[in-house]
């Protein structure tokens, strides 16, 4: 760089002329301007210049390679308020400071000899700053960066709430029936306390899984009960607590009021998704998202809104795809998604991407931002300018593409709760969502005529479809379609109605016989009708039995639906099961093979088994007004959601 480029950078602003003097002066009038006695020769700027650069080179040295940069960094640059000039006054110009005898070639000698002061003290702070560093232990050191790593997050999180729009204020207005009134009856009381506290036993139930995770898991997942240590399912991420958050719910309607405490305390001071992981969408929606949201409408306790909010917003990267249908697995940190690689040629999967239509309905109903429901019903009308085989949804979606992938139809593993998630859609929205009830009968009508089938020995089941030709296999999972079909049977055609009430009987039936027909009475992961065996696993991988409640669930809704008493009764052979086989020191654990004669344990207390199973068998044995269906639906994990009914945005704006 030319000499004479470099000399604006240390002329004075004392006025327009160059060097300090007036405008004009000089000798000769076009030679070199006069110096004034306060102005710098030309070796000396060279040597201000190079002063000037072995600080930014040591500055710089000190921030990228010594341990405690950011320390280093405050003090260099950051450390006295008091070194900065002040602030021009109003109106852009600047403030000039008092000038006794000097003129403009005097400011510009003190302006110098000030930079060079600033300097000099700067350079030596930082080389004593890095000096102390250096003579500091190593444990020092590492506490050092840890204190300012902690304080710079906790800064950051400051900003990052100042500057965020909070959520709308919202009065909280407790749903109808989110308490019930005692069983009239004292015998289906007594039972129901039974779920709670057992006959031959002083602990309770949910107690006995709750206090088992609490003791040996607390804060972790899942709970290892033969173990007695914590599990943790990588579906989740780094993000912990799961049996905490899945759990909450059942804690209050239980009325278990201590627990519902300490477990709203850890959500509020530990729950956290700020996490460099990669999580499973759908899991971590339907557990957290839906956990969260139910403790909400439940309790009104305020965490549990902006928690799922939060949550709710770390999701949204994953429908960053040409279709707009989302990944499967996420990385909420860096917001980059990918889908399973063992699902069809990169497919998204219809009962995960089918199955946040009602949470995230309810975080744009709480939070005031349409982003969440404008996703979901942006997938609808994906699915709607499909072509669909048969009138069937096959499992498997390319969100790049936007095309089927391999036509396999499932009612369980894979394609259930998107059905679940159609109806309930159209019953959360107070019966208005036309299109997921439209979308919900023209698919129970293409199930009826291509995979129920009814065995030789009388028993309805549900296969699955491949590419046109059925496998007669129905899965535990599968099982949640009996209550399901019973509670859309108000909504069906007026002919029909009748019609579903009994198609959900008879998969209930066909459900209690796959239980019925092994030693533990607790039923296999699948089941098949073929080969002369009806509602039996004929293959080793398919006889576990993990907590599973989906047959729980479907003697639930009948019974509510019908008040057949028989569904009590199944629901009692079940609990019974349950503390027999499952049932041990630790808390509760699945069962490898329910056909064996001697219980071989899988050492996991499912976090559903709280959520769903005992939830289940609790509102069984309850009166109709706990959580009536007229008032909630259950999201696919058990958790309670609010209908959104007509005219409860109008009561609210009224009572602002």
């Known amino acids: 760089m030319p000499a004479a480029s470099l000399l604006p950078l240390f002329g004075s602003a004392a006025g327009p002329g160059t060097l300090g003097g007036p405008a004009g002066s000089g000798a000769g009038g076009g030679g070199r301007k006069a110096a004034g006695p306060g102005a710098f020769r030309l070796t000396e700027k060279f040597v201000l210049l190079l002063v000037f650069s072995a600080f930014i080179t040591l500055c710089f040295g000190a921030i990228f390679f010594l341990p405690d940069s950011s320390k280093l960094l405050s003090g260099v640059f950051f450390h006295s308020a008091a070194l900065q000039p002040p602030p021009p006054p109003p109106g852009g110009q600047p403030r000039a400071p008092p000038q006794p005898g000097g003129g403009p070639a005097a400011a510009a000698a003190a302006g110098g ?35 300012d790593k902690e304080k710079l997050l906790q800064d950051a999180r400051g900003r990052k709430e100042a500057g965020a729009p909070g959520l709308p204020q919202r009065l909280f207005r407790q749903p109808v029936g989110a308490v019930g009134q005692e069983p009239a009856d004292p015998d289906v009381r007594q039972r129901r306390e039974k779920i709670k506290e057992l006959y031959w036993s002083d602990d309770q139930m949910m107690k006995h899984a709750w206090d088992n995770y609490k003791r040996y898991a607390w804060g972790l997942n899942e709970l290892k009960p033969i173990s007695k240590q914590g599990h943790s399912s990588n579906l989740f991420g780094n993000i912990q607590g799961a049996t905490i958050v899945d759990a909450l719910d059942t804690l209050y309607i239980m009325e278990m009021k201590e627990e519902f405490k300490e477990a709203t305390e850890w959500v509020e001071k530990n729950l956290d998704f700020n996490v460099n992981a990669e999580i499973s969408v759908f899991e971590v929606n339907i557990r957290f998202v839906g956990g969260l949201l139910s403790a909400y409408y439940l309790s009104g306790e305020e965490v549990f809104r902006k928690k799922a909010v939060e949550l709710g917003e770390k999701l949204l990267p994953a429908f960053n795809t040409p279709t707009g249908i989302p990944w499967a697995l996420l990385n909420i940190k860096s917001g980059i998604g990918r889908n399973w690689p063992w699902a069809s040629g990169g497919s998204s999967i219809l009962a995960e991407f089918g199955t946040l239509h009602l949470e995230f309905v309810h975080l744009s109903h709480l939070s005031g931002n349409p982003v969440f429901a404008e996703k979901v019903m942006n997938i609808r009308k994906v699915l709607n300018r499909l072509d669909k085989p048969e009138g069937l949804y096959p499992n498997y979606l390319n969100p790049s593409s936007g095309q089927w992938g391999q036509h396999h139809v499932s009612i369980g593993g894979l394609g259930d709760s998107f059905y679940e998630y159609l109806l309930k859609a159209w019953l959360m929205s107070d019966k208005t969502d036309e299109d997921g009830k439209k979308m919900y009968y023209d698919a129970v009508q293409a199930i009826e005529t291509h995979l129920i089938r009814k065995s030789s020995g009388g028993l309805t089941y549900i296969a699955e479809w491949k590419g046109g030709l059925l496998e007669h296999k129905m899965g535990h999972l599968t099982c949640f379609a009996g209550g399901m ?104 654990s699945g069962i490898r093979d329910v056909y064996n004669n001697h219980e071989s344990h899988d050492d996991v207390q499912q976090s559903f088994f709280l959520s769903e199973t005992l939830k289940y068998l609790y509102l069984l044995f309850s009166e109709d007004d706990l959580l009536p269906f007229e008032h909630w639906v259950f999201n696919t994990e058990a958790h309670p959601l609010p209908v959104l009914h007509k005219d409860d945005g109008n009561k609210e704006e009224n009572q602002k």
């Open 113 to 147: 000899a000030g930079s060079l002061e600033r300097i000099r003290a700067d350079h030596e702070r930082a080389l004593r700053e890095a000096k102390e560093t250096l003579q500091k232990l190593p444990e020092e050191i590492r506490r050092d960066i840890r204190q």
């Open 485 to 588: 079909f019973a509670l859309g049977a108000d909504g069906a055609p007026s002919d029909k109605t009748g019609h579903h009430i009994e198609l959900g009987a008879e998969i209930a039936r066909t459900c209690h016989e796959s239980y019925d027909r092994t030693r533990m009475k607790l039923g296999p992961e699948a089941f098949r009708f073929d080969g002369g065996v009806e509602a039996i696993a004929t293959r080793q991988n398919e006889k576990y039995y993990i907590l599973r409640p989906e047959v729980i669930e479907t003697y639930m809704y009948m019974w509510r639906l019908t008040h057949d008493p028989k569904y009590r009764e199944w629901g009692w052979e079940a609990v019974e099961a349950l503390e027999k086989h499952c049932r041990v020191d630790g808390g509760y």
